[in-house]
């Protein structure tokens, strides 16, 4: 009798972890990397992560993520990231885009977006309106829509620092790209716009031509500083004590020589200690075709005169690999994205290492100890996958490292294309 009773709450803890997806996933086999180790994994086949933000309550810890071909958000325990499970996932609206996510005070924005054909979307199929989303996470597990704001046009790499603004890369009517937008939401039932900024030629009707600015985002703020990627436009700082009259302060055009013209300056994080920013573009061409795409550091000591200091060096292939293996293997290859989340207190903070995906050549780390002389200090190159769930990349079915996010217990979460998030660590000295 004894025994049976064992079985059966042995055999219900099974059952309910197997449907909380309460066991940890396995880490697959086959990656390639110097100076990491992988220490875990999160496959979640019926989310596909890709934008990651940690929020802390109590004792655990948890990530937010949004997703790439499965609408809505998934939450994870990461208390253990060697043992990560999720423990809820929001459905999202079909055939709707839910890209978009940031948290601070307790608040997550998130987004709804048409879905692009290329990534799935049907166009003659209706989606939810675009609109930001404020969630509640006063508790954390089950988070409670609060409010909402729309553009007209949908938004792309939105950031929130706390306080009364959100800071959008807003699409809007009578504009050509994302411009930057900042948002009350002080009343989150009533959020109400306060500012806005765009390059020359941006603006319908306006006398100067496009030169493909786009503020890809997110706007990076500090104090009343923000810093703007803007695509073809440049990496432009700008002074935002007054929100309702932003005034540019200095930028540094990159023009059409790195990457496509309107990504030509994809991400820009602010190292004020350092008086640098990291900045990117990002590739876009499969099998590297387009002109050659670039990160490094531009000088930010004199606000009012960026400028480029030093850039990466190319990633490497592994051992054994031709030269021209990140360009033939298929997928893209280049920069995308940064540890950019420096403001909140669990992203570890920019000291000597910079962390970026390169697509096909998985994650890279830099050692700018020396600002003039950037080194190569690890990398880490996940196998590709066996199935595709979305229809990206087009070519062949090829690692995709996308979005990357290290916490201040020194973990490092990646998510990719086709797969799930690796949870590392960086060994080297």
Not at 187 to 210: C, H, I, L, N, Q
Not at 264 to 276: A, C, I, N, W
Not at 330 to 350: I, K
Request: charged share 15%; proline share 9%; aromatic share 10%.
């Amino acid at each position: 009798m004894i025994n049976r009773f064992i079985r059966i709450v042995l055999l219900t803890i099974v059952s309910a972890a197997l449907a909380t997806g309460a066991f940890a996933d396995p880490i697959p086999e086959g990656a390639r990397g110097e100076n990491i180790e992988a220490v875990g994994y999160i496959d979640a086949p019926n989310a596909s992560p890709f934008k990651m933000s940690l929020l802390q309550s109590g004792d655990r810890w948890y990530m937010y993520t949004s997703n790439f071909f499965h609408p809505g958000w998934a939450i994870f325990d990461v208390t253990d990231p060697t043992e990560p499970t999720m423990v809820n996932f929001i459905q999202g609206p079909a055939n709707t885009s839910t890209w978009q996510l940031d948290i601070a005070d307790n608040l997550m924005i998130t987004s709804y977006d048409a879905l692009p054909t290329s990534w799935g979307g049907d166009a003659d199929q209706p989606h939810a309106p675009e609109a930001i989303l404020i969630w509640s996470l006063k508790d954390p597990v089950n988070p409670k829509q609060i409010g909402s704001f729309t553009t007209g046009g949908g938004t792309h790499r939105n950031a929130y620092f706390g306080g009364d603004y959100v800071h959008l890369a807003a699409n809007l009517p009578g504009y050509q790209g994302e411009l930057y937008m900042i948002v009350d939401i002080s009343d989150p039932a009533s959020p109400v716009e306060v500012g806005r900024f765009a390059t020359a030629g941006m603006k319908d009707g306006d006398a100067a031509p496009y030169d493909g600015g786009r503020l890809h985002g997110p706007a990076d703020v500090r104090g009343d500083t923000a810093f703007l990627p803007m695509g073809g436009s440049g990496f432009i700082i700008a002074n935002i004590e007054d929100p309702a009259n932003i005034e540019e302060i200095s930028r540094l055009d990159f023009g059409p020589l790195f990457g496509p013209t309107h990504l030509s300056v994809h991400t820009t994080t602010p190292y004020l200690e350092k008086g640098l920013a990291i900045v990117n573009s990002e590739a876009i061409a499969e099998n590297c075709g387009e002109a050659l795409n670039f990160a490094g550091l531009v000088d930010i000591s004199d606000l009012t005169a960026p400028r480029l200091l030093s850039s990466f060096p190319m990633p490497q292939p592994p051992a054994g690999e031709p030269l021209d293996y990140f360009c033939n293997h298929g997928g893209r290859f280049g920069p995308h994205n940064q540890n950019q989340l420096q403001h909140n207190p669990l992203v570890e903070n920019q000291t000597d290492h910079v962390y970026m995906t390169y697509f096909n050549g998985g994650l890279r780390i830099f050692d700018i100890s020396t600002p003039v002389n950037p080194q190569e200090a690890g990398w880490f190159l996940p196998p590709d996958p066996t199935s595709r769930r979305g229809p990206l990349p087009r070519g062949a079915l090829v690692v995709q490292s996308e979005d990357v996010l290290v916490d201040t217990r020194g973990y490092i979460y990646v998510s990719h294309k086709n797969q799930g998030i690796w949870v590392m660590r960086y060994t080297g000295e």
